[in-house]
């Protein structure tokens, strides 16, 4: 089979004696001679997807348990084909919808709040056009460190030995789609990155997706613009940066910049760069943020040694900068039923990652979770949503202990107020944690219903506190009472 041409077979081929096909399998990928078919590769995903949550929806895993599933063999499934073919937005929001409804189906939140990291209130799992971008666009670190493979080969070709300015317009999509592909997901990736930190101040100039060439002309600063004579040598332009030419909200004068690099631009080409860079200038500079910590591109990629996850973050970047905006919103209702004043935003990251201790157990995990976003089934809580048989709202322990009439059973009464948990915790601290007997009334409650405090505790004794909430809960479902049917 020959692809890529007009499906005829030269008589020369034809006549070696192989048996000619119009499509064939190869590692997985199903292949056609036109290649019309590279989208049924992406589709058959969804379907192993589904098979994957029927399976393991059988097993009723907690959520961190879900979680693991989703990112071990589902995210996996997916990561093999879109590393480089690109599914159509159809096929991504399929597999989105799988694996965030087989996650998010017990005590759900939020579907922005599924893929953000746990330090922002989400469930800690990825978005996947970014998790497909940042795979693709991992393909050109790997070009950029080493060039050992025909397809490094051709994209360092494409870009004068410097992959890292690769832009879909100096790849050619019908003979070589896969490459294009990359380059699209590297556009993206790096217009993200350019635009952080001020980052585009060290940016390479060719192909640089976010600067155009003047307020009038949006294309971007392409080789062909450079041509003169004698022309410019093409690897010399592809390592020209922003920073050899440009400083302090201008361009450097031209006779500098002729000294400083080793591009021999002419009068010409100088006085184009200073046009796009001033322009660039006054159309987004003023948008980044103030803080200077610009680093370049082919610094950054050699900070880690493999993986796409460097590259995923910068690209959810923005998106979790959103999220952290609200966050104090996701625990107004906790510290509102506890009485606790809201901590400042470092510790409330900490608090909203708490259920994430590695440390813990699944079950203690998917327990803590319900604890802090108030998910936990509190008498008072259930009476809410049962209408037509009304629930008992009176304390479970109390009850049983006879303190009559019982207090309502709400969530701060049961693990704080109430006279057993008092009782239970005043023995657990005599006994175990000694040092917290140190702490006043309001700091203890706020380090047992939250694990803050002025002091760092070591991680043995936030455990203890997550063990301890864990078997007051548990001793209230068991003594029957959790459901809202009281035991005899
Ligand atoms: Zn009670």
Redesign the pocket.
Known sequence: MITGTNGQIPEDLADIGFDMVNSFKLLGFDVSWNLDNLTTNTGKISLKLISIANYWRRFNLSLPGRISIAKTFMYAQIGYVCSILSPTQEQINNYRSIIFSYVNCRAPVAQDRIASPCEVGGLGLFDICDYITSLQASWVKRAYVRTHDNWSYDINKATAGNPLVLHPTVINQETNPVLHTIAISWKKFISEFYKQNKNISKAFLLNNPIIHRSGDDRGILTENLFAQNPPIPKTELAKLKIDQIWCNNRMKPFHTVANITSVPLSLNNYMRLGTALTNYHNRLSREQPAINQSISIDHYLVRFKKGSKPIRNILQKPKTDKQQKKLPNYFRTFFRITGLDMPETEQLKHFSMSWQMTCLPNRLKDFTFQLIYNKLAVRNRLSHMVVDNPIDRA?T??TIAKQLP??EETFI?LFWD???TSVLLNKLISNFIPELNALGDNELKSFVLTGLAQTRYPIITQVTRIIFLYLIWDMHQKKGYGTGKPSK
């Open positions: 304390c322990f109390c019982a207090p009464h109430c006279t057993t």
